[in-house]
């Protein structure tokens, strides 16, 4: 970028104590500071997003995961003859009506509220 000074900004400058080419250098110095530090936030912002997706992707994991444990919690309460959820007694009916394993019905049904009967 050039810059260009009037006479009566040269004369200002000049008051301050400076050459108007430190003045220029100094503002090129500025310019490129301000670059600088503009390419290094967007380096971040892009890190944070990578950062952001990698975390999602691991708390997904780690919900199905403790999913999976659920499922085996309430498989041992069935065999021991304790009471089990609803949403297993949902899953072990479409299993035997569908022939699908518990485990496919039962991740089908992980974001599925089941209806509350209040009558």
């Given at each position: 970028m050039i810059y260009a000074f009037t006479e009566v900004e040269k004369e200002q400058i000049e008051s301050s104590g400076m050459m108007v080419v430190e003045f220029k250098r100094n503002l090129r110095?500025?310019?490129s500071m301000g670059k600088a530090v503009s390419h290094a936030w967007n380096g971040l912002i892009k890190l944070?997003?990578?950062v952001g997706r990698i975390c999602c992707?691991?708390?997904?994991?780690?919900?199905?995961?403790?999913?999976?444990?659920?499922l085996a919690?309430?498989?041992?309460?069935e065999n021991y003859d304790y009471?089990?959820?609803?949403?297993?007694?949902?899953?072990?009916?479409?299993?035997?009506?569908?022939?699908l394993e518990k485990r496919e019905v039962w991740k089908m049904t992980r974001y599925t509220r089941l209806a509350r009967s209040c009558c």
């Open positions: 110095m500025i310019e944070a997003e990578v992707e691991v708390c997904k994991k780690l919900i199905g995961m403790v999913d999976d444990i659920r919690f309430e498989e041992i309460q009471p089990t959820s609803r949403r297993y007694k949902v899953v072990k009916i479409l299993s035997k009506c569908t022939g």
